[in-house]
């Protein structure tokens, strides 16, 4: 069983900074991508960002790109997203999910493709 569990959200002013940890457990290892997902009240669940996890590459969402960075730790079991120059507009729910072993790569920009997901960590910037 893939469980997964983020901390990290909080309530921070325009311009701050947070870092959000979503701590794996169960076998990820055969899954090709993890990531990170974002939903406003009211819009649907956007991809922020996600790694392939043999190469480390990533990809960002052109609206947080040169702001968020999406890292691993295998040794920890931690998928983090460092969230710098924080805007009103990143309010959301963030989650992390894992793909499903099942897609490839290329499914890795395709929300409907991840399998596991967290419950989820609230982030609110305010102006």
């Known amino acids: 069983q893939v469980q997964l569990v983020e901390s990290g959200g909080g309530s921070v002013q325009a311009g701050g900074s947070l870092r959000l940890s979503c701590v794996t457990s169960?076998?990820?290892?055969?899954?090709?991508?993890m990531g990170w997902f974002r939903q406003a009240p009211g819009k649907e669940r956007e991809v922020v960002a996600f790694i392939y996890t043999s190469g480390r590459a990533t990809y960002y969402a052109d609206s947080v790109r040169g702001r968020f960075a999406i890292s691993q730790d295998n040794a920890k079991n931690t998928l983090y997203l460092q969230m710098n120059s924080l805007k009103p507009e990143d309010t959301a729910m963030y989650y992390c999910?894992?793909?499903?072993?099942?897609?490839?790569?290329?499914?890795?920009?395709?929300?409907?493709?991840?399998?596991?997901w967290g419950q989820g960590t609230q982030v609110t910037v305010s102006s």
């Open positions: 999910a894992v793909l499903s072993p099942d897609r490839g790569t290329g499914y890795c920009n395709s929300i409907g493709a991840y399998k596991y």
């Open positions: 169960g076998y990820t290892d055969s899954s090709d991508c």
